[in-house]
């Protein structure tokens, strides 16, 4: 379950960072066994991530985040290794959204004042990045609500399973009058 108000330490990753950045394709075997694959991630964009990772801690990254492929497990793949948000300049849309279906929270706004180590405290609901280290304040895109439920719920499937359809929060049912 996730709070709101989230605090990290930013892990900074540069731009264009691929789903095979991600998760280097000569470990696509192990698709079946995610832990074993959490151990991989970042192997060769970043060596030694893995054992750098802290619960809680918070990508940063450039433009064009998680393009390529549709690897839906790259995102719970990074949350698993202890990644608690992604913020980036931009996100390739299908990465976005398989973050959220995994219930890993990807946020945009400018990245480039944020340095590697900084503690942040980014409000999920209201679209700001405190950065405790350096004082800077910025302001992102702010999670829409249904998305900021799933993200809460662990992710889409738990958030179905729990609320059988996409009833907005604090409103009625999400389903279309039409039956469509």
Do not use: W
């Amino acid at each position: 379950m996730y709070d709101i108000i989230l605090r990290g330490r930013a892990i900074r990753l540069g731009d264009s960072i691929s789903t095979d950045d991600i998760i280097p394709g000569r470990f696509a075997h192990l698709r079946s066994n995610l832990p074993q694959l959490a151990e991989h991630v970042f192997e060769d964009v970043l060596p030694g991530f893995i054992s750098r990772v802290k619960q809680a801690d918070i990508l940063v990254a450039g433009r064009n985040f998680g393009l390529g492929s549709s690897r839906e497990h790259a995102p719970l793949v990074v949350k698993m290794a202890g990644v608690r948000a992604v913020l980036a300049e931009s996100v390739a849309r299908i990465f976005y959204r398989n973050a959220i279906n995994q219930g890993l929270p990807a946020l945009l706004c400018r990245t480039g004042g944020i340095s590697d180590g900084d503690e942040l405290e980014i409000d999920l609901a209201g679209g700001t990045v405190s950065d405790l280290t350096s004082g800077a304040r910025l302001d992102c895109s702010p999670m829409a609500p249904l998305m900021l439920a799933i993200v809460q719920e662990g992710g889409l499937v738990p958030y179905v399973r729990k609320h059988g359809d996409f009833a907005m929060p604090g409103g009625s049912g999400g389903g279309h009058s039409d039956g469509v």
